[in-house]
């Protein structure tokens, strides 16, 4: 979302572009690693308590994190977003005036 609003996208379309761009890993990686965690959630026999116990945390903890890792954050992002500005305009500043050139544009 950074490397987008260097270069010019606003912010909106830049959390946007970000989060269809990460969509397909993410989401590749968690429903790999849940199917994973399946075997433990089904044992039966010896132990099985236990690692029931450890596959229900895995499957819930990453169902969790992608839900708030694909929803939540990028709309946060959007809200606080907005009270910074993208490092391109400090640098364009900052060599406007090492440049000897007139006020930097806020």
Known sequence: MRQLRD????VRDAVIEAAVLRLRPIMM???STVLG????VLATGAGAESRIAVGTVIIAGLSL???L????TPVLYDLLVR???PRGATAAALDRE???GTQPAE
């Open 83 to 85: 009270f910074t500005r």
């Open 29 to 31: 990686t968690v429903v």
């Open 69 to 72: 890792m694909l929803f939540v």
């Open 98 to 100: 090492m440049s000897g």
């Open 7 to 10: 270069e010019g996208r606003g």
């Open 65 to 67: 994190a992608s839900v």
């Open 37 to 40: 965690a399946l075997p433990l």
